[in-house]
């Protein structure tokens, strides 16, 4: 198979490779927005933390940011959340 552009598997650049911090806690929601629209998210947090770091893009899916488990071992929850036309 030809590789296309620098990394050798371009979809794994986006994943986390290792496991979140442990008593990471995961929840899963809709955000209903002021036009009827849904949003799905998923929250990561530990407990006890001042801040969220939000992380939406119009076209991929962020769930699994690799930066996530990083940001949670700062001290910081993390919301992922995907725009109301994921993919499109």
Do not use: K, Q
């Amino acid at each position: 198979m030809a590789r296309i552009g620098r990394y050798e598997n371009p979809f794994l650049t986006v994943e986390w490779h290792r496991p979140l911090p442990s008593g990471t806690r995961c929840e899963t929601f809709a955000l209903e927005t002021p036009d009827r629209g849904l949003a799905h998210a998923t929250l990561y947090a530990r407990g006890g933390e001042d801040t969220v770091v939000c992380w939406m893009h119009p076209r991929a899916d962020f769930s699994r940011h690799y930066a996530v488990p990083a940001l949670l071992e700062a001290g910081f929850a993390v919301l992922c959340e995907h725009s109301r036309s994921l993919n499109n």
